[in-house]
């Protein structure tokens, strides 16, 4: 398992559909406490790496250990998430609760404080009693993030949390992620505004199917890196097989 410093360590982990890799041959660690950006191409396999972590692809080779201890709560793409069942935005939100009072309890006082300190966080207070397919797609946002904060996790998934949203969101969700980062919890956020990356974001992993490079921001968004990402990208075969890396 990762050591004390290290919330996530991938070895040499390839991930894909169909034994067709999408992301192949990752290794190094993710440490405790980071902000790290996941940026790349489309069809980098940002949102691929996200899924292997979170437990919903297998490696077709390799591995990806997590600290045993953390709490891992992910935030899918928007568009992944189905908003025609006619829920509330309390209960949307409440829903984050289920860890910890499990799927058939009522909700006490207690944990409907919780909720309403959550919308408050969010800026929607006064929206509880809507149905969350009414929302505007920032507003939603607010309410995925609500849901995020009643998770209370160690280690946050965002998969590309900031797209099609209004500039106001972006800036209040970013704050509340910089203020996570500030408690010592881990975060990696898969993007594709490089400039948001560069102003705050601290670590990044630039992907293109396989890692370009990884560490500190300001080294690796260069534009020779970000150069071979795109081409490396553009070349990749989507329907080879697993492949077998050969020594150097």
């Not at 797609?137 to 946050?156: E, H, N, P, S, Y």
């Amino acid at each position: 398992m990762p050591g004390s410093d290290s919330a996530i360590v991938f070895q040499d982990v390839t991930l894909g559909y169909d034994r067709h890799p999408a992301v192949h041959h990752i290794s190094g660690k993710v440490e405790a406490g980071s902000l790290l950006a996941i940026v790349g191409p489309n069809g980098a396999g940002k949102s691929t790496l996200l899924k292997g972590i979170v437990g919903e692809l297998k490696p077709l080779s390799g591995s990806i250990e997590v600290k045993r201890t953390s709490r891992i709560a992910y935030l899918p793409q928007q568009i992944e998430t189905d908003r025609s069942f006619p829920i509330s935005v309390f209960d949307c939100v409440a829903m984050g609760q289920w860890q910890k009072i499990g799927a058939w309890r009522g909700l006490s006082a207690r944990y409907n404080d919780e909720v309403a300190r959550a919308l408050a966080t969010v800026g929607l207070q006064d929206l509880s009693h809507r149905l969350v397919g009414a929302l505007s797609g920032g507003q939603f946002q607010r309410v995925l993030f609500a849901r995020l904060l009643l998770q209370d996790a160690d280690v946050i998934l965002l998969d590309e949390p900031f797209r099609a949203i209004d500039t106001k969101t972006v800036a209040d969700l970013i704050a509340l992620i910089l203020s996570w980062h500030g408690e010592g919890r881990t975060i990696l956020a898969a993007l594709h505004d490089i400039e948001q990356v560069r102003a705050h974001f601290p670590d990044t992993l630039l992907l293109a199917r396989e890692v370009v490079a990884w560490g500190k921001t300001g080294e690796v968004l260069t534009p020779a890196n970000l150069a071979k990402s795109r081409q490396l990208v553009q070349a990749f075969d989507d329907h080879a097989d697993i492949c077998e890396r050969q020594p150097a």
